[in-house]
């Protein structure tokens, strides 16, 4: 009887003592988070709060720069001088200054034909131009289809000059750099660069040097890009929204008020003397071009940035390719940003209005805060709030604030107005990514100087044409994005949690983040093309 009565008092004493646990568990959670948890929190939120006001007087502040030109500015023609080149019947084309065109590539089969094509079509006295084409391939077949195509545009008379390395230091900044060393390059007066993907129409040389020549204190004449394939795929389209709001509002902006901008490192035009006095090509960031720029900029060059010049480009239709490229760009600024600041603070040749602007806007806000803030208040606060209804995130953060930024960005691209929504998720997405890569770039961590070349894909019909491979026999290692995915589950858990208790009703939008955190994480986004 007593090891009955034993038996049946045992699991009442282990329930009991298991309520006991949870019960203590409760009461430390309890105790912790209001001692630690919602204290942390609220700061959190107050920071990314300063940063989002920061975020939104720049975004403002830069459309109404814009917006006042378009209606009361005058026309660069009118602003600044600008004289076309005519021929001389005594001199002829010698009044033509001498122009160095330069396209580095590495391993473009698809598009070197028609870079180098465009190159030697530009519009511009056959004996005052050279066609610099600088391959840094590693694929020996590729360097002798190039070579082959050089060979042959320089059998047609056209000034082409082919060259080669026998390594990649510093990359494309590196390949740039030596080619300035030929003597034939020392002699030219401009210097233009394009990417491997780039074609420039033929009078592009027409409408960018008479700038440069009859301008003296300008150093960079930059031209906007035009994306020969943004319908390809929803995230290329979602590319273009994004590109089209940096050329329309933030180089214009800053080509109007500062005469300063970061160089595109293509589709633009050096004056020779300006790239020398800031000291050349440097391989010390992932964004030589802008680094190049800043230090162009301190010397007291100015920069011109002329909206209504477009040059067809490629953008990436591979997520893969994509992620390598906004690295880069978000890495390098990051890194260049720490290297930089305090020899831009020490600077005593531009004016301290203009050394705050580069400060605090061009790097502070636009490349350092503008990521951090959309991936920790809108990826992590929101759902973070959720769990912790105590912390409160204002509606004007919330709503009102990301509305207009939103509308702000979209207005540059009106035919894609609708697929707003997207651009969000994908951005809110990108800024996991994002914000990776500008901490690597501020601590100089391990993939600080990682450089992989943008994939370029060539005609875009190729894509459409070229059989589609299934996603089953990509690698699951190149597919699976281990981060988002495992984001978007916690988001989309938060999402669950706030429709059944919450009280903010923030599910809608955080279900939406899910599904995109989700989609992007297992590799269903841009094309998909057979691997080589």
Not at 363 to 372: C, D, P
Request: hydrophobic share 45%.
């Amino acid at each position: 009887m007593e090891k009955l009565s034993t038996m049946k008092i045992l699991p009442e004493l282990l329930v009991g003592a298991q309520d006991d646990i949870a019960r203590q568990i409760i009461v430390i959670w309890n105790q912790a988070k209001v001692s630690l948890v919602v204290p942390f929190l609220r700061i959190f939120v107050y920071i990314n709060l300063v940063m989002l006001i920061m975020l939104f007087t720049e975004k403002v502040y830069m459309a109404m720069v814009v917006a006042f030109n378009m209606l009361f500015g005058k026309k660069l023609e009118q602003r600044y001088k600008f004289e076309p080149f005519e021929d001389d019947v005594e001199l002829g084309s010698s009044i033509y200054p001498l122009v160095l065109v330069q396209v580095p590539m590495f391993n473009e089969r698809e598009v070197y034909q028609l870079s180098i094509g465009a190159a030697c079509r530009l519009s511009w006295p056959s004996d005052r131009i050279v066609v610099q084409v600088l391959d840094d391939s590693t694929d020996p077949l590729i360097k002798s289809m190039v070579e082959m195509e050089c060979n042959s545009w320089a059998s047609k008379g056209t000034n082409i000059h082919y060259q080669v390395r026998d390594n990649r230091k510093g990359y494309k900044a590196g390949a740039l750099k030596e080619g300035l060393k030929h003597d034939y390059a020392k002699q030219c007066e401009y210097v233009v660069i394009f990417d491997a993907d780039f074609q420039p129409e033929p009078d592009f040389l027409t409408q960018t040097i008479p700038f440069l020549h009859h301008n003296p204190e300008f150093g960079l004449v930059q031209a906007r890009w035009k994306f020969v394939n943004s319908n390809d795929c929803l995230m290329t389209r979602i590319q273009e929204m994004s590109l089209d709001y940096h050329f329309k509002v933030e180089q214009e902006s800053g080509s109007i008020t500062h005469a300063f901008f970061g160089f595109n490192g293509t589709a633009g035009v050096w004056r020779m003397a300006a790239l020398n006095e800031a000291g050349g090509w440097k391989d010390r960031t992932t964004v030589e071009d802008m680094d190049l720029a800043v230090r162009a900029s301190l010397k007291g060059w100015k920069f011109l940035y002329i909206g209504s010049l477009m040059v067809k480009n490629e953008l990436p239709s591979v997520l893969k390719a994509y992620r390598y490229q906004q690295h880069r760009w978000s890495c390098g600024p990051a890194n260049l940003f720490r290297k930089m600041v305090f020899e831009i603070m020490k600077n005593k040749r531009v004016t301290w209005w203009k050394k705050l602007y580069v400060l605090y806007s061009f790097f502070f806000v636009r490349k350092i805060v503008a990521h951090i803030v959309t991936f920790t208040l809108y990826c992590i606060a929101i759902p973070a709030t959720v769990l912790i209804p105590e912390v409160m995130i204002p509606s004007w953060a919330t709503i009102y604030i990301p509305t207009i930024i939103t509308l702000l960005n979209a207005v540059g691209t009106p035919r894609s107005f609708y697929l707003v929504v997207f651009w969000v998720l994908f951005e809110n997405v990108m800024s996991l990514h994002r914000t990776k890569a500008t901490f690597i770039g501020l601590f100089e961590t391990r993939r600080v100087n990682e450089w992989v070349v943008t994939e370029k894909l060539g005609d875009a019909s190729k894509v459409k044409e070229a059989p589609q491979q299934s996603q089953s026999r990509f690698k699951i290692g190149e597919r699976i994005l281990l981060l988002e995915l495992c984001l978007g589950f916690v988001i989309f858990g938060c999402a669950c949690y706030d429709l059944a208790y919450g009280k903010y009703h923030y599910y809608i939008y955080l279900y939406l983040q899910a599904i995109a955190f989700i989609t992007m994480g297992c590799g269903y986004i841009g094309t998909q093309v057979p691997s080589s």
